[in-house]
């Protein structure tokens, strides 16, 4: 019921049950089914599903609770008694028989050991088993009709098949690991009359998409006010929901049993629906992101305006004008340069005159980089060195 409309079975060892499965066609170990059962996406279910019980560790017991919340019906599950059991290097057992849950202890410490139970249909119907234990990795199973082996350490259940009335029925657990320790067997019949009926008031309900796509998806279905339109999509946030062109608030969206979307419905008949999925934060991402970039451009673009004034300032700088070789030499201080500054050649900018304070920082090609008018300045504060020089001579 959860959207599975076809199904490959791999393993000869699990044989498909007619009575849901229609075999497609078969290619080398695969063989393709169609599940006769089928249901879409969504479907409408009655608000009773919102207290289905999921976490409970009986899986028949689970599909049981939604089934009925769902439909309102009867489960088509009935549990099944274990008539009997054997034991083999495992010492008997009193509890468990009732619950499906058993306590075991081998004999012989470090063998093998095993245990075998029966039971003996009371009417012809399909059957299966579950079957839990980290110590079995091997079940068994025998009938007068058929008997095959299902290999799989993983918690399963597995599908008898068709078993007849009056007919006894053998599950061979055998436990190669642990001198010690517990497993679970759950035995079910299952009533396709009552599934069927159940089928058949949810398919009334169900979706005709009329687009789908990754993030989005649309369609139309019948329902009756106050029921759930559940869906197979796992809850998110970032999931939104358009019911008849309205949106809907978050308490609208419900989350069912812990990991299904569902919508609450208040019209009766035909209603239009649209699923919209936005990962949270995206907007919220995207706008930093975008400001980040706006941000980053602004700061290249100014960085490169005051490179492009830095160089127009240097290449406008008046060079420091040296004495020529028929000038006086006592006119030059001891540095080389005259000290005697032109006026009219700062003028021409003086907060961007660039200006070595020695000769020993040019040599060093360190220049110093002053403000041209604290250079003017303390020029006129300072007196002639050439006349100081001349004097001291």
Not at 113 to 135: A, D, L, W
Request: proline letters at 4%; a negative charge; charged letters at 25%.
């Amino acid at each position: 019921m959860h959207g599975l409309k076809y199904i490959v079975n791999n393993s000869e060892s699990i044989e498909m049950n007619e009575v849901f499965y229609n075999s497609l066609f078969t290619k080398g170990k695969f063989t393709a089914h169609k599940n006769l059962y089928y249901l879409p996406l969504a479907y409408t279910v009655d608000s009773s599903v919102l207290d289905w019980e999921h976490d409970q560790s009986n899986p028949f017991e689970v599909q049981s609770d939604y089934f009925e919340k769902a439909t309102g019906l009867e489960t088509p599950f009935t549990k099944i008694a274990i008539s009997d059991a054997s034991y083999h290097n495992v010492e008997e057992m009193y509890s468990g028989f009732d619950t499906g849950d058993f306590y075991y202890n081998k004999i012989v410490k470090g063998s093998d050991g095993g245990v075998t139970f029966y039971f003996t249909p009371e009417e012809t119907q399909s059957y299966y088993i579950y079957v839990k234990g980290s110590n079995i990795g091997r079940v068994s199973i025998s009938s007068p009709e058929k008997s095959f082996t299902h290999n799989d350490d993983r918690d399963s259940i597995i599908d008898l098949g068709i078993c007849n009335e009056g007919e006894e029925v053998t599950i061979d657990l055998p436990i190669e690991k642990g001198d010690s320790g517990s497993f679970s067997l759950y035995i079910y019949g299952f009533d396709t009359a009552k599934f069927a009926e159940g089928y058949d008031k949810l398919s009334r309900g169900k979706i005709n998409i009329t687009q789908s796509q990754d993030t989005y998806i649309s369609g139309t279905f019948s329902a009756i006010g106050g029921d759930i339109l559940y869906t197979s999509i796992p809850f998110d946030k970032g999931w939104s929901v358009v019911l008849n062109g309205e949106k809907l608030a978050d308490s609208e969206i419900v989350t069912i049993g812990g990991a299904f979307l569902g919508v609450k419905v208040k019209q009766d008949g035909p209603n239009t629906v649209e699923f919209k999925y936005e990962p949270v934060g995206l907007k919220l991402g995207a706008y930093i992101s975008g400001y980040t970039l706006i941000a980053f451009i602004l700061y290249i673009i100014v960085s490169l305006i005051f490179r492009k004034i830095d160089s127009k300032a240097k290449a406008s700088a008046p060079s420091h004008p040296h004495k020529s070789s028929g000038e006086d030499s006592s006119d030059s201080p001891a540095t080389g340069f005259s000290n005697q500054i032109d006026e009219d050649a700062l003028s021409v900018n003086k907060e961007l005159y660039v200006w070595p304070r020695s000769f020993d920082d040019t040599l060093a090609g360190q220049p110093t980089f002053v403000n041209a008018t604290d250079v003017l300045d303390d020029a006129k504060d300072e007196p002639d060195q050439t006349q100081t020089n001349n004097n001291n001579l």
